[in-house]
């Protein structure tokens, strides 16, 4: 069974009923999600993620049976260096900063892989979460198990800078006007940007 449950295990003599007895409830658990980041994480670029669901979080193993179209939990943990900027989304749901109280994802597994894009319009710095407390794969939905899990840390940085000032004119070649001399200070105007359109 690749199910975390609550059982227990009754042990009787065919020949014999009053010999039954039953074991206290035992605890099959296991089962959580691993996320996987996105290597390249820059704001403005759809991050590529995936969520595995494991049979055992010790094995390894995938847990295939976990398919499907499921609702999912899903917030950010953001870490102390985080500048509260814009949450990221997925599939157009802005993503809390605490557990919700109602599921608010909807993912499709396949054999127990679900692969989703990290939309952001904004740097930041924060783990993933994914939970399902539904009780529809693991417990009942009366009494359900957790499966839950955290993506490493996800640091989106700028695409890069863009530099301006007043008066910076542009140079076409060695004949061009002097804007300052050596050693004379002016103003410029540092702004992080974000990527517009993908990676070639």
């Not at 089962?31 to 403005?44: E, K, S």
């Not at 054999?111 to 939309?119: I, Q, T, W």
């Not at 979460?129 to 957790?146: K, V």
């Not at 840390?153 to 070649?173: E, M």
Request: with cysteine; proline share 7%; net charge neutral.
């Amino acid at each position: 069974n690749t199910h975390a449950d609550d059982l227990t295990v009754t042990v009787q003599d065919s020949t014999r009923p009053s010999t039954a007895s039953t074991s206290i409830t035992i605890n099959f658990r296991g089962n959580d999600f691993v996320i996987t980041n996105d290597p390249i994480q820059v704001a403005g670029r759809d991050q590529a993620m995936s969520a595995t669901m494991r049979v055992g979080s010790t094995c390894g193993t995938t847990n295939t049976a976990y398919t499907g179209v499921k609702s999912l939990k899903a917030w950010i943990t953001r870490n102390a260096s985080d500048p509260a900027g814009a949450a990221p989304t997925i599939v157009a749901v802005s993503l809390p900063n605490a557990a919700p109280g109602a599921n608010n994802l909807t993912l499709t597994f396949t054999a127990g892989v679900v692969n989703f894009n990290l939309s952001t319009t904004d740097v930041g710095k924060y783990a993933l979460n994914l939970r399902d407390d539904s009780g529809t794969f693991a417990g009942t939905p009366a009494t359900p198990i957790q499966i839950k899990g955290s993506s490493p840390t996800i640091t989106t940085r700028p695409f890069g800078f863009s530099l301006s000032g007043p008066g910076i004119p542009g140079v076409a070649g060695p004949g061009g006007a002097v804007f300052k001399k050596a050693g004379e200070n002016f103003d410029v105007t540092v702004t992080a940007v974000v990527m517009v359109g993908e990676l070639p």
